[in-house]
């Protein structure tokens, strides 16, 4: 069975530098997305990108996050510079085209930012 | 605004007991409604969903019935199971939309 994949599992970083996360979709899901898990809490989307194009980064703090999607494959969010703040686990989902389509999630990065 | 308010956890509940997780929503227009589950170290999988007025969803032994005059999606299952123990959250998605909004989530631990 198709799977999202996400690397690396687990992430420690200190304060200030640099951090990225990676996502490999579904093969054939046009839609992949990046959420944010604080712990405790739900899941929040931070960006959606359909094929390579952002649809929505309307929650996505632009100063220090930036995601890309350049090939409208795999995509990669970046951090910096990290606070603590951003300790938490990040999500990756997919779906193929459409607004009624499931969104399948990855195994997720757990960041612990010190 | 879109929000999902969950049943506070944790639940404990022994083997075959009944299991209800409340969930109620606030959403303009005709959301669709998701249960989603997380095991231990796996991510999200969608347990069940339903995209209209009394529809229900349902899906290993889990129900949830679309109540739009209550707004609701209150998730059950007649007799739990130790494999059942997992996160379960809530979720909606606005009509024409693609992204969800999730409920903090319900921790439930089935013992034997």
Known sequence: ?114 | GNSVTQMEGPVTLSEEAFLTINCTYTATGYPSLFWYVQYPGEGLQLLLKATKADDKGSNKGFEATYRKETTSFHLEKGSVQVSDSAVYFCALRQTGANNLFFGTGTRLTVIP
């Open chain 1, 1 to 114: 069975e198709a799977e999202v994949a996400q690397s690396p599992r687990y992430k420690i970083t200190e304060k200030s530098q640099a951090v990225a996360f990676w996502c490999d979709p579904i093969s054939g899901h046009a839609t992949l997305y990046w959420y944010r898990q604080i712990l405790g809490q739900g899941p929040e989307l931070l960006v959606q990108f359909q094929d390579e194009s952002v649809v929505d980064d309307s929650q996505l703090p632009k100063d220090r996050f930036s995601a890309e999607r350049l090939k409208g494959v795999d995509s990669t969010l970046k951090i910096q510079p990290a606070e603590l703040g951003d300790s938490a686990m990040y999500l990756c989902a997919s779906s193929s085209q459409g607004a009624s389509e499931t969104q399948y999630f990855g195994p997720g990065t757990r960041l612990l930012v010190l």
